[in-house]
């Protein structure tokens, strides 16, 4: 039959080459983006006042600064207080003059406030850590926004005793875990 002598034909045929396609990508005089990078760190520590340099550490990334404001003589939080301890005021406004002469590279601001685990007495207002550190990031946040920092880019949230940076067993230990966190957010 025909068909049978048809179909032994077509497995006679060899297989199939395969064609290439290719495909050109136009041409583009354009050079190739640059990438931004920008530390503020330095700038943040450079603007810190001499004899509050010290208070003042952090870490950066391509999105985020995180600066650290603590300190232990003088404390920079007294226990169970949200007032920031007299003298760390300008601290706090030079942080803001950095953030004002930077703002066109900078987000959001978020302030976190932490607290060691010495219980608070019944006696205080705040009855809890986390009420505490609360208190304490919202008074930093404040003062940024009394020194120029748009009230709409300033968040400030409470860790209370979660995120400890050295042991509680020492007074030096629970003034370094009394301390609070600014959150830089960088624009890309």
Do not use: C, W, Y
């Not at 404001?69 to 003298?87: C, D, K, M, V, Y």
């Not at 979660?162 to 509680?168: G, K, L």
């Amino acid at each position: 039959s025909q068909a049978v002598e048809l179909s032994a034909l077509v497995r006679a045929l060899p297989p199939p080459a395969r064609g290439d396609i290719t495909r050109t990508s136009p041409k583009v005089d354009a050079p190739p983006p640059e990438k931004v990078d920008f530390a503020l760190l330095p700038e943040f520590q450079a603007g810190a006042p001499a004899d509050l340099k010290s208070a003042l550490s952090g870490t950066e990334s391509v999105s985020l600064a995180k600066l650290t404001i603590q300190a232990s003589n003088p404390e920079l939080f007294q226990s169970s207080r949200p007032q920031l301890t007299e003298g760390f005021e300008p601290l706090i406004g030079s942080l803001a003059k950095v953030i004002l002469a930077n703002q066109e590279l900078i987000g959001n601001i978020t302030v976190v406030g932490h607290t060691d685990s010495v219980p608070l007495q019944k006696t205080n207002p705040l009855s809890t850590n986390q009420r505490l550190s609360e208190a304490r990031a919202q008074t930093i946040a404040d003062m940024l926004v009394q020194n120029g920092v748009p009230r709409d880019r300033v968040h400030s949230e409470g860790r209370a005793a979660t995120d400890p940076v050295a042991t509680d067993s020492t007074r030096e230990g629970r003034a370094l875990n009394r301390r609070v966190e600014v959150l830089v957010e960088k624009r890309l």
